[in-house]
């Protein structure tokens, strides 16, 4: 086409219009010939010959004849327009001016019965091998979905009863790859889900059963003094104040274990004499310990100094708690040691008592809230078990650790650890 297109614009120079072919259409086939290519479809190479004789411009081998030229106006000078396809018309320019334009016809108008019979078959072919490469596609594409749709429905039916609060639910794991993790993940997270909503309904139930204790002494006793079944005298007086000490101590408790969850439990700060807190807070109860004739024996060197930056108040309320634990738990005759170290920047406070002492299984569950010991360190020996809670938020607040262990004198050892932030003297 590009050759003829050539051709043509030098034949349009030369005649300066279109008239030549207007008048002898039989020119165009002449270039043709001289081009190289006669553009016969359906006919050998072989009959491109110089000496084969130039298509007729009407006849039976017009309709074979895949050019076709117009002129600027889309006037036909050769073929018929109506069998072009118009995407393949390419321009006839001469003195920058497109003077006509010569295309290629559609090829069913100049293929031969055997070639359209092939692209027929060649047509079917296509449609029947995309036909088959869909069935395919569903065939297997219906149990893949199945294997990644089921596992999504199942996630989804779950996720929905979690939300319902069917904290049970769990989701099946049926592979190992990023949906198996993902069921994975959901189940731990609905254990967790399932284990704290155990622990807030045991939390309410334990708080309700430490309320109602003190408050049906407090009413018993006053209906009594009511009733005159009991005289007004200062033992019953004293007894409804130590019950209403033991309530609103109860109260305290569980305003400050509020306070450490809620992450407001305020904290004064500044650098302090451990030693000195341990001493004073030791002091407040040892009374309380010839008392119930229990030993106390401090291990803190007089000239001990060591510094922490800590909020005192809150150190106080740590060791009276601890002091007050072992002061409730140990038996009468008993012993407790407090020890004071410190080495590689760490200070550390022992408190060892006596007998009775901790199952190994029992000692990390001491720091849980209302929590209590079966035996003799439980409810009848005073307290709702949140003191060592409490210690453990105020040690955590600190950058701190608390421990239980065994202790050698046949009672339970706590352990308390804050870093230093001055020297030691």
């Given amino acids: 086409m590009e050759q003829l297109v050539g051709k043509l614009e030098q034949a349009y120079v030369e005649h300066g219009s279109w008239d030549f072919l207007r008048e002898d259409p039989r020119l165009f086939y002449v270039m043709a010939e001289q081009s190289g290519d006669i553009a016969t479809a359906g006919q050998p ?3 491109n010959r110089t000496d084969a004789p130039p298509f007729p411009p009407s ?14 106006g889309r006037n036909p000078l050769v073929g018929n327009l109506t069998d072009a396809d118009e995407s393949n018309f390419r321009p006839i320019v001469c003195g920058g001016k497109t003077v006509g334009y010569i295309g290629l016809m559609s090829p069913r108008h ?7 019979e092939f692209l027929k ?12 490469m869909v069935l395919v596609v569903v065939i297997l594409s219906i149990p893949l979905a199945k294997r990644l749709v089921w596992p999504i429905k199942a996630m989804a039916a779950a996720t929905h009863d979690l939300a319902s609060g ?3 639910v769990r989701v099946p794991i049926s592979s190992s790859d990023e949906l198996g993790q993902l069921a994975r993940d959901f189940n731990a997270m609905a254990l967790t889900l399932e284990k704290n909503e155990k622990a807030r309904r045991q939390w309410v139930a334990d708080i309700s059963h430490e309320l109602r204790t003190p408050l049906s002494v407090l009413r018993g006793e006053i209906e009594a003094l009511l009733e005159g079944i009991r005289n007004i005298t200062p033992d019953a007086i004293r007894s409804l104040h130590a019950e209403s000490l033991r309530l609103n101590r109860l109260v305290e408790d569980l305003y400050q274990i509020a306070l450490s969850d809620l992450g407001t439990l305020t904290y004064r700060k500044e650098d302090i004499d451990l030693a000195e807190v341990l001493n004073d807070s030791i002091e407040s109860y040892r009374a309380d310990f010839v008392r119930k004739d229990i030993t106390l024996t401090k291990d803190v060197s007089p000239s001990a100094k060591i510094i922490v930056f800590a909020d005192a108040e809150r150190m106080h309320q740590l060791f009276g708690n601890l002091i007050d634990n072992s002061l409730k738990y140990t038996d009468a005759g008993g012993e ?12 550390t406070v022992d408190f060892k008592d006596s007998a009775p002492g901790v199952l190994d299984v029992e000692l990390d569950r001491l720091f849980d809230r209302l929590y209590r010991v079966e035996g003799s360190r439980s409810r009848s020996s005073g307290g709702a078990g949140l003191g060592l809670a409490i210690c453990r938020n105020i040690v955590e607040g600190h950058a701190g650790t608390i421990a239980a262990h065994p202790s050698p004198l046949g009672g339970v050892l706590i352990r308390v650890t804050i870093s230093v932030a001055g020297g030691r003297s």
Avoid: M, N, W
Avoid at 121 to 132: I, S
Avoid at 336 to 347: E, K
């Fill in 121 to 132: 078959k060649q047509k079917l072919a296509l449609v029947l091998a995309a036909l088959g």
């Fill in 110 to 116: 100049f293929l031969s019965p055997p070639q359209l």
């Fill in 166 to 168: 069917d904290y049970s």
């Fill in 59 to 72: 006849g039976p081998h017009r309709s074979r004849l895949p050019f076709i030229v117009i002129d600027a």
């Fill in 336 to 347: 407790l040691i407090i020890r004071l170290t410190c080495s590689d920047g760490q200070a």
């Fill in 45 to 47: 190479k072989e009959l």
